[in-house]
């Protein structure tokens, strides 16, 4: 997506240890007219006639996988970290390591919203390792639902969670992907 | 507003320590449609020609904050929950206490984007104890920003938050005010 990447290249920074902030318009301020662009663009790559829910981890995912669910006229589920006391009962989780945190973290969702009749796609804005993604497939296997497709607004494609995804056969879209980013600045991948 | 108070009724559910639980449309799975919905509601009630921030608290504020933001056409920031390491540098920060996971959290938010200039509305899911909402406040002074209002979907009257801040002289527009809810059920505020 060729709005993404000039957003990229000219908003994103690149700190020490191929970090890759794009925090202005995607994870800390959010340019919801793009976030709209994004959600009309994963429209147009995936069958989306049978979505039933979208899926998110929190809290970065939440805004774009909001958009995601309006366009496609379908509620959006984000998958809670850790344990807080608003969750009672049954519970799918799926444990994971951050690394933006450094620690593990368990991502839960409730058994109450997302059920084995349900045809889920998973949208995250940012994918590195890939280790979130992992765990919302988890969870949508955990409830016999539909796995229809995971969309990722940004891929840091040197990091290989996305090669891992596509070679598991998932069709995995991601519309702006990092193949390299140092002080040379962004490469993409075509 | 009535729809809201007709979901609440209808699917809300109490849990014993005067608990509410709305995670089926409001902060677990989210319902994207009635968002939209609350979103022109708060439209209608503020002033909002000038404001050019939507500001909220991760997690459970982002996907009302998001829509919001895109129906006033302007950017929505949320405050980050303690210190991830993909932040660096200037920050204003406020310490809150967490009823729901009980501890001490720092609401963070970047000096990058949000400026003396900006002028504000905060939104968020759910207001209990007002406390995400003081953090937010703290922020917006901090910056030396404008606080445009407040709107909050649901809102714990019985927890007296939202009347400290009114009795503060802000704007808070709570589009549901529960002023019991225990085993007779949920009783609003006019």
Redesign the interface.
Same mark, same amino acid.
């Given at each position: 997506m060729e709005l993404l990447k000039q957003r990229v290249r000219e908003e994103g920074r690149i700190?020490p240890g191929n970090?890759v902030?794009v +925090?202005?318009?995607l994870n800390? =301020?959010?340019?919801?007219?793009l $976030? =709209?662009e994004i959600a009309k663009e994963f429209k147009r790559r995936f069958d989306t006639s049978g979505v039933t829910?979208v899926l998110t981890a929190? #809290?970065s995912g939440? #805004?774009l996988a909001?958009?995601c #669910?309006?366009e496609l006229?379908?509620? $959006?589920?984000?998958a809670?970290k850790a344990k !807080? +006391?608003?969750?009672?009962g049954g519970l799918y989780q799926s444990d994971i390591f951050s690394y933006?945190?450094?620690k593990k973290v368990t991502l839960l969702? !409730?058994k +109450?919203?997302l059920k084995s009749t349900d045809k889920v796609l998973i949208v995250d804005d940012f994918m590195a390792n890939g280790e979130a993604m992992r765990g919302l497939c988890d969870i949508v296997r955990g409830a016999g639902a539909e796995l229809v497709g995971i969309g990722v607004a940004v891929e840091k494609g040197f990091q290989h969670g996305g090669d891992r995804i596509r070679e598991a056969g998932i069709n995995l879209q991601s519309l702006c992907i990092i193949d390299q980013a140092d002080e040379n600045g962004f490469v993409f991948r075509d």
């Amino acid at each position: 997506m060729e709005l993404l990447k000039q957003r990229v290249r000219e908003e994103g920074r690149i700190l020490p240890g191929n970090i890759v902030k794009v +925090d202005g318009f995607l994870n800390h =301020r959010i340019d919801t007219k793009l $976030m =709209r662009e994004i959600a009309k663009e994963f429209k147009r790559r995936f069958d989306t006639s049978g979505v039933t829910i979208v899926l998110t981890a929190e #809290a970065s995912g939440i #805004a774009l996988a909001t958009i995601c #669910a309006e366009e496609l006229g379908v509620p $959006m589920i984000f998958a809670k970290k850790a344990k !807080s +006391d608003n969750i009672e009962g049954g519970l799918y989780q799926s444990d994971i390591f951050s690394y933006t945190y450094k620690k593990k973290v368990t991502l839960l969702v !409730s058994k +109450d919203w997302l059920k084995s009749t349900d045809k889920v796609l998973i949208v995250d804005d940012f994918m590195a390792n890939g280790e979130a993604m992992r765990g919302l497939c988890d969870i949508v296997r955990g409830a016999g639902a539909e796995l229809v497709g995971i969309g990722v607004a940004v891929e840091k494609g040197f990091q290989h969670g996305g090669d891992r995804i596509r070679e598991a056969g998932i069709n995995l879209q991601s519309l702006c992907i990092i193949d390299q980013a140092d002080e040379n600045g962004f490469v993409f991948r075509d």
